[in-house]
């Protein structure tokens, strides 16, 4: 089982910058995929970054740029570092792991509110 707590989420204007951080439990940290989802128009979320065990790293195409995701392994953490925020970057930011033998996304964090004014 792996749980998982974000914090970072608040208020910021447009243009500002907030880093989410996500901590794990779990003795094999290094070896999960690990990604921060939001809430999407059309659908239940959507992934906006993913980081797997080996470093790979994807980003959903309305982050790229300004959104980076990194990972200490040491500390079980997981980071989101958003710069240029817009007011559409407004949601419930959730973290979530996978394990190399899941193909889905079974563990998740309870989500940090992120609230971008114009």
Partial sequence: QVQLVESGGGLVQAGGSLRLSCAASG????SYAMGWFRPAQGKERELVA???????IWYADS???RFTI????AKNTVYLQMNSLIPDDTAVYSCA???PDENSWPYWGQGTQV????
């Fill in 97 to 99: 792991a996978t394990t």
């Fill in 63 to 65: 982050v790229k740029g």
């Fill in 50 to 56: 993913s980081i797997s065990g080996g470093g790979s």
């Fill in 27 to 30: 003795r094999t940290f290094g």
């Fill in 115 to 118: 609230t971008v004014s114009s």
């Fill in 70 to 73: 990194s990972r200490d392994n």
